[in-house]
């Protein structure tokens, strides 16, 4: 497996040149995980790592800002009737979803109710008319609701806006009686972002859908596409006996802000592509700041709380990169200004071109960190405070696992937490689990980025019953150590994108290598079915990215590429591809060979 790892990796700084053009070009360090390109265009991580003091040199040159023209710096978009659009001037070379927002303001589905006629039209008629076939296919992803014609035509899924995971029995109990309907077709899904998604969704029921959402406090609204998604922060926020901050009240306040109450923000609906943000509020990372394009770190400066700004961590399936320190400290009651500024900076100056190319942090290439931190400045019209010297993370923290029932802050309470495997849930779980919200906590019900919930504010009395409900026997408080931290996303069963299925397959290794290897610790395991990563895997023990290969008869079959080595946590970092290309038919033995090679497993 090494020989055929090593003829797919290549040396990054051979390819760039050196780590300076490595770093003008990726806008991050020289390291394990950072994707690069070749003279053949973009390939895997790279094989090596430059040494610490080289790759510090490169970061260093980020921070300075290029001579740009005069004219790059001129906003692109202009507001017409509450709307903000692309200028005709900036419109030559643009992608097709950018003409498609041209076209027609995604937003007047909802803000001037165009959804009402949309939703009465069969899907014959929509299909013959090019605007209705794209409100269907683009726009309605502004209204949280994705059409995958690939593998569900006449179906949506329907995503959240959930701050901070936390939702109550009586939502649950909401979502639980929209999917059942549509039976089989109808699930949910915990998503990696502390969210939840629906599925089965047919247009016709959109609009009382939506209104139902309204009267039990969700919305779906700017939930796809060219948007801000869901606020993440610590699952375990305002119970933790070890928390930093309470992250609560800001991501509520983010998301209050991202979608005005409900009524829809237009201000940053056209985005040149979508954009991640969370607030720390643990030593324990579980926000992973790194892959978030505005990440808030709890900080103190002058006697005063509030926090260090990071900013440009993403993925997309042409280049990986960690976000960067801004230089910049803000209060803690000045979370939205920044927020709201750097929005708008993107916003307005953010490439249109090559979506793959459209992320907040090629713009940070181009502006550098300095000019792009003084753009921020601009449109908050006051100087940004310089970063604290040191934040309130403690770096050698060992993260903590949230499974089972757990001291919470609060005497005589505990959070339990429980296993979701895949994160897929039925209808008829989600009502059992509202009920175990009900009787035994607060009704409430909180979930984890790694697609997981946990139930706060279980009285101490009360655990050993708790703990003898049915449904623990499926969603187990004390999973394997394997299937423990496992993470999927939702694969071709139910995305058009998707090159494989991802939940049973993943399921079903799992539970092979579990009964196979015996593994002295945790080893964290995601997988995604395409290039965007929606499952995460470079920040995973072991990931696998989905793909199309050959098997040992020539024949085409569904496959995957490994990557080894991500963290989260203090210490976190992004992980290399070590092999490419192999058949998922024969997944099983290369895996136990990574857990024995890599992480001290033997076979039973």
Request: aromatic residues 6%.
């Amino acid at each position: 497996m090494a020989a055929a790892a090593s003829s797919l990796l290549f040396d990054c700084k051979l390819a760039c040149g050196s780590p300076r053009q490595h770093q003008r070009r990726h806008g991050s360090r020289v390291r394990r995980g950072v994707v690069c390109c070749n003279k053949d265009g973009f390939s895997p991580a790279p094989s090596r790592i430059v040494p610490r003091a080289v790759a510090e040199d490169a970061v260093d040159e980020i921070t300075a800002a290029p001579a740009l023209d005069a004219g790059r710096l001129v906003p692109r978009v202009e507001q017409i009737d509450n709307y903000w659009v692309l200028k005709p001037e900036f419109r030559k070379g643009i992608n097709p979803a950018e003409k498609i927002k041209i076209e027609k303001e995604p937003m007047k589905l909802f803000m001037e109710n165009g959804i009402e006629e949309l939703a009465k039209k069969p899907f014959d008629e929509i299909d013959a008319d090019k605007e209705s076939k794209e409100d269907v296919d683009a726009r309605l992803k502004w209204l949280g609701l994705f059409h995958r014609r690939k593998h569900q035509y006449g179906t949506f899924m329907m995503r959240l806006k959930l701050p901070n995971g936390s939702s109550t029995s009586s939502q649950v109990r909401y979502l639980a009686s929209v999917i059942e309907k549509y039976g089989e077709k109808g699930c949910a899904d915990v998503t990696t972002r502390q969210n939840w998604q629906i599925r089965g969704v047919v247009l016709s029921d959109v609009p009382q859908i939506l209104e139902g959402l309204e009267e039990v406090g969700l919305s779906s609204l700017q939930s796809g596409m060219d948007n801000v998604r869901n606020p993440v922060g610590n699952p375990l926020a305002g119970i933790d006996p070890h928390e930093i901050v309470d992250t609560r009240p800001y991501t509520k306040t983010l998301s209050d802000f991202i979608i005005s109450n409900g009524r829809g923000n237009p201000s940053i609906t056209n985005l040149p592509r979508k954009w991640n943000v969370c607030v720390v509020g643990s030593h324990d990372l579980y926000e992973h700041p790194h892959i978030n394009d505005l990440a808030y770190i709890p900080a103190i400066k002058d006697g005063r709380f509030g926090f260090n700004i990071l900013v440009g961590g993403f993925f997309s399936p042409k280049r990986c990169a960690e976000a960067l320190p801004l230089d910049a400290w803000v209060p803690g009651d000045e979370v939205i200004p920044v927020c709201q500024s750097i929005l708008e900076t993107f916003r307005d100056l953010g490439f249109r071109g090559n979506r793959q190319k459209c992320r907040m942090m090629w713009l940070i290439d181009e502006l550098g960190i300095e000019g792009f931190r003084s753009e921020v400045e601009k449109r908050m019209r006051e100087p940004l405070a310089r970063a604290a010297e040191t934040d309130l993370l403690n770096p050698s923290w060992q993260r903590r696992d949230l499974f089972g029932v757990h001291r919470q802050k609060q005497d005589g309470l505990n959070f339990v937490g429980l296993h979701v495997p895949v994160g897929r849930v039925q209808a008829a779980e989600m009502i059992e689990l509202a009920r175990l919200a009900d009787e035994y906590g607060s009704g409430e019900i909180r979930l984890t980025v790694e697609q997981n919930i946990i139930i706060p504010n279980v009285p101490s009395s009360k655990v050993d019953s708790f703990l003898r409900e049915p449904l623990l026997a499926r969603f187990s408080p004390t999973p394997g150590i394997l299937q423990a931290n496992l993470v999927a996303c939702t694969g071709s069963q139910f995305c058009g994108q998707a090159i494989i299925e991802t939940k049973a397959r993943a399921q079903k290794l799992t539970e092979e290598l579990e009964r196979t290897m015996e593994v002295p610790r945790p080893v964290r395991m995601h997988w995604t079915g395409c290039p965007n990563s929606c499952g995460q895997i470079q920040v995973a023990d072991i990931g696998f990215m989905g793909c199309m290969t050959r098997d040992a008869n020539k024949k085409v079959v569904e496959g995957v590429h490994i990557y080894v080595g991500g963290r989260v946590g203090a210490d976190s970092h992004l992980g290399d591809l070590v092999v490419a290309d192999v058949p998922c038919d024969g997944l099983l033995p290369v895996v136990q060979d990574l857990l024995i090679e890599r992480f001290g497993a033997r076979k039973k």
